[in-house]
């Protein structure tokens, strides 16, 4: 018995262009469920409740006085919840001035600066801490809104 006969087929059993096209098909199926079957779920993240710290700076006094704990803070560009203001610390907003030929620090006048505490769902991913939809670390600035206010915030700590 021929392995290829005359009509072209492998043992008299299937034609060699069909076997190469079933290999071509199950090797797609392999590489297809190497790449993408192995990624987790996106609800495989966990979410705890936390604390997010944040610094409001260079704002107005008007600004001061709409930042009121238990009001909910938003994303400005996509509108998603981030958590609710649990606490607040205001201050005034010192910036370096140049005096005498010297760089010093000190008070700007009508500007203030807040210190805002955040209560928050937080997931908690192995690259990192996401609220609402928004991915945070420290150092990061993220615009916010709510009914009151519109500014921007820097990240100053994540406590889980």
Same mark, same amino acid.
């Given at each position: 018995?021929?392995?290829?006969?005359?009509? *072209?087929?492998?043992? *008299?059993? !299937? &034609?060699?262009?069909?076997?190469?096209?079933?290999?071509?098909?199950?090797?797609?199926?392999?590489? *297809?469920?190497?790449? /993408?079957?192995?990624?987790?779920?996106?609800?495989?993240?966990? @979410?705890? %409740?936390?604390?997010?710290?944040?610094?409001?700076?260079? =704002?107005?006094?008007? @600004?001061? +006085? &709409?930042?009121?704990?238990?009001?909910?803070?938003?994303?400005?560009? +996509?509108?998603?919840?981030?958590?609710? =203001?649990?606490?607040?610390?205001?201050?005034?907003?010192?910036?370096?001035?140049?005096?005498?030929? +010297?760089?010093?620090?000190?008070?700007?006048?009508?500007?203030?600066?807040?210190?805002?505490?955040?209560?928050?769902?937080?997931?908690?991913?192995?690259?990192?801490? %996401?609220?609402?939809?928004? %991915?945070?670390?420290? *150092?990061?600035? =993220?615009?916010? +809104? &709510?009914? &009151? !206010?519109? @500014? /921007?915030?820097?990240?100053?700590?994540?406590?889980?």
């Amino acid at each position: 018995m021929k392995i290829i006969d005359k009509r *072209g087929r492998l043992f *008299g059993l !299937i &034609n060699v262009i069909d076997l190469v096209v079933i290999l071509l098909v199950l090797a797609l199926v392999v590489v *297809g469920v190497k790449r /993408f079957g192995t990624k987790a779920a996106v609800g495989d993240v966990s @979410t705890k %409740q936390g604390v997010v710290t944040a610094e409001i700076t260079d =704002i107005r006094e008007a @600004t001061v +006085k &709409n930042i009121k704990v238990g009001d909910p803070i938003y994303d400005y560009d +996509k509108g998603t919840y981030l958590g609710e =203001i649990a606490n607040v610390e205001v201050g005034p907003h010192t910036d370096e001035v140049e005096y005498q030929g +010297k760089v010093v620090r000190a008070e700007v006048p009508d500007k203030f600066r807040a210190e805002i505490k955040i209560k928050a769902d937080i997931k908690d991913t192995k690259d990192f801490y %996401q609220i609402g939809t928004e %991915q945070v670390r420290v *150092g990061s600035q =993220i615009r916010i +809104k &709510n009914k &009151n !206010i519109t @500014t /921007f915030m820097t990240i100053l700590g994540i406590e889980i």
